[in-house]
């Protein structure tokens, strides 16, 4: 799946909208006064089924989310789709990458280095350092750990780490953008870090993007880390990805721990597949870099760690992961930290053990609660049925419908048909805030192999450009599609089309070019993309006239005026009359 469909199938247009124009529900659409043209009464409607919106009044225009927000911020299709992306955890390299920005990311990277291996020093030789030797030796680290793990100690001064850093070359700008300073009150700037244990926190790639910072003694808050800075983003980092890479792929599995040292101790005891999550619950961005190594990913969670809305969260990644996320249920009120340094055995066999996350919570939801009593009984419905709306797998959906069923001895068809309830309101589409750590749901994806198919022949055979005087960008539903189109109408060859276009669509272009297809005469191409066009005006038309169908009924319902009904009744015999046309041509053809 490329994308931008990635996009468009976690953002819910309903939602999107509904944060731009107050929307009304009405049947199953929604509907507002048009924001692109004034209006009394209100001709603007949004479909959830079709992620669609449409304005019958002035403006009679309509489309999918992207050329909502390009339409509503005068922003173009590269730029709207950033911000969807954003908004949903993607990451869409922007239009300038890698040049731009690349050198000040570069300097950020140096920076770090030389602050770490500072740090580092400072914690092997220094005077200073020796208290953050006691504590690492009292639990239990080895020298060669410190090591690989970069370790530092940062001194109790206000300028030490800044003084020596502009006297290697880096400025006091810089030093702020990498978070290693902060400005005071006064106006001044002072170290960030002071009298602290230090955890360089290193990419994929080994470079350093950020430090966390424990205090060695009990003042709160026990950690600190680096802020958001150009290379430190908290969301997508794992900890020790650069030292647990090879084994994460060579095991075929990744355990996620929560803390620096979880990781460090279970390394030591040759358990490198381990990392951490920079908090307390895995991201998707944290996934998408760990599905890149490994299908099979647990979770090491405290005996009460884990709600029902994590597990939700979970859910969705085995979704996007085709695959269970597993959980290593520690023992209570211990972390992997200290149940290795008791016994690695039991880590190990704690590894083996891990349940599947569903199962998890099965547990976990039932152990409380007296399944003899119906009120407990409907309870444990309320709570799980919901996660088993989530999974996507039908085998997987079934096997946990049945063991519910039977938990709770009620037919499993009295529960498919609740479930059912649950799916409907899911897709309906509800309000929902914007969230950063959104629970990944899926809105319905309306493919389009017409629109799809027709480009390819297009960019595929440019002689056939002559044949296609026909052909509307309104046809394309999708942005993406009609941004091609446009672009195409345009220019002459592909290399000038993708210049035209937005980085952002290179990836849906590429797959055009590349579509395979049937070896034809050009008498034959010519039939082919006529017949293309065809049918992609019948399907614009007959989807307007769905859509126009739809607010009519409403309209009639709710005692529209006449004048308004006369008027959409009349764009809709005009839509009748084209799609009449459609099929006289395409008979002839035939
Ligand atoms: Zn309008």
Redesign the pocket.
Known sequence: MGVIDEVKQKIDIVEVIGENVPLTKAGRTFRAL????S?KHP??YVYPERQSWH?F?????GGDVFSFIMKKQGIDFGEALRLLAERVGITIPSKLEPEAGKDERERLYQVNAAATQYFHNLLLHSPNGEKARDYLTGRGLSLKSITEFQLGFSLNSWEALKQYLIEKGYTENELLTAGLIIEGEAGGTHDRFRNKLMFPIFDIRGRVTGFGARVLDDALPKYINSPQTPVFDKSSILYAINLATAAIRQQDRAVIVEGYMDVITAHQNGFDNVVASMGTSLTEKQVSTLKRLTKNMALALDADAAGEEATLRAVGYENTLNAEVKVILLPVGKDPDGVIKEDAQIWQRLQEEALPIVDYTFNMVTSELDLTTAKDKSLVVDKLLPIIAEIKDIVRQAHYLQKLARLVKVSERSLEAALGRIRASQSRGKFRKPQQETVTRSYPLLSSPVEEGCLAWLLQYPELKIHCPGLLPEYFESSENREIFLAWQKVNDIKSLRQNLDTAIHEHLDSLVAKSLPPTSQTEREDVVASCILRLQEKFLRSLAAKRGEVLALEAESGGTAAELAKLQEQGLDVSAQLGEVFVQRSRRR
């Open positions: 048009c924001p692109f043209h209006e001709s603007f304005c009044g002035a403006c009679n225009t």
